[in-house]
């Protein structure tokens, strides 16, 4: 609960520092490329070597697919009932399959489950929501979107092995058996701590709130789905299989992260329901904060 208390007042500090003129517009873009480029990749080179490699990471592997799969066909369900605009199906098709596991969920993980489960969530979100971003995320603009260039298999190629947190995944896959310096150690030990009270400083930054009377009921539906309806069936569909462990546990907890920030920004710029992106993520966010120790505590069953 303290380490909880503790991410929360770092969003606080974050969108109070919103308010002060001496911050400017950017501050919340360079605190994520700061995370990107220096606090995330120390955390995979700390972490990483540390790792049993074992069938139990197949769960962490297959459930974000899973997951994209459900989401996907609730989505074009109610869209086609519901008669939906292209412009926001292709919103809700593009932030509700993919969850803030990195920027939101890493903090989450590390609150909630310690320092040793950070490998397990880098798996999931690694091979799930960035691949999927990259990739699935990719084809949706091309499908849906109104701006952007098309992409191409080249280029989502070079998106995925230029991300630094993944350059970092495969050095220190490929170090697994070096033993680090105890300096060199100490020094990721540091550059990875400051992974939570920038992304969450930064995400309190960036927190906006902008709600429009059309998207209300997109709004609640596709919530409902990320946050409620998602985890319980990857809960209900673990306990039944018999899956249990400390990796099955993660793999639940991160499908009830909320729809990814890097998501909402290239579903605004790619104009998919600019409002109603805006609310999910925001709004996503804050009603997290109550869902997410709600599903910690019903992991408890498994």
């Not at 397990?120 to 084809?139: E, K, M, N």
């Not at 400390?246 to 790619?270: H, K």
Request: glycine share 8%; net charge positive; charged share 10%.
């Amino acid at each position: 609960m303290e380490q909880f208390l503790i991410i929360l007042t770092f969003l606080i500090i974050g969108k109070g520092l919103r308010h002060v003129p001496d911050f400017p517009d950017e501050t919340g873009t360079v605190l994520n490329m700061f995370v990107i480029y220096v606090s995330m990749p120390a955390l995979v080179l700390q972490n990483v070597p540390q790792m049993v490699f074992s069938k139990d990471l197949l769960v962490l592997m297959i459930m974000p697919w899973a997951v994209l799969l459900l989401s996907c066909a609730l989505i074009l369900l109610f869209s086609r009932i519901f008669k939906w605009s292209r412009s926001v199906t292709g919103c809700l098709m593009l932030l509700i399959p993919l969850g803030n596991t990195s920027f939101f969920g890493f903090p989450m993980v590390k609150a909630f489950f310690g320092e040793g489960a950070i490998p397990y969530a880098l798996v999931y979100d690694q091979v799930g929501s960035f691949l999927g971003l990259a990739v699935y995320g990719s084809f949706i603009l091309a499908v849906y979107g109104s701006a952007g260039s098309r992409p191409t298999v080249k280029s989502v190629t070079k998106k995925i092995i230029t991300f630094p947190p993944f350059i970092a995944l495969i050095i220190a896959v490929l170090l697994k058996p070096v033993e680090y310096p105890p300096a060199f150690m100490n020094l990721l030990a540091m550059l990875s701590s400051t992974l939570v009270p920038l992304v969450m400083t930064a995400v309190g930054f960036q927190l906006t709130l902008r709600l429009n009377r059309e998207d209300t009921f997109q709004l609640g539906f596709g919530l409902l789905v990320k946050l409620v309806a998602v985890p319980a069936a990857a809960l209900i569909f673990c306990k039944a299989a018999g899956l249990e462990g400390e990796a099955v546990r993660i793999s639940i907890f991160e499908t009830g992260m909320p729809p990814m920030i890097s998501a909402g920004a290239l579903a605004i710029m790619a104009n998919l329901s600019p409002a109603l992106t805006s609310a999910l993520v925001g709004v996503g966010i804050i009603i997290s904060f109550a869902t997410l120790p709600a599903l910690y505590h019903l992991l408890s069953f498994i």
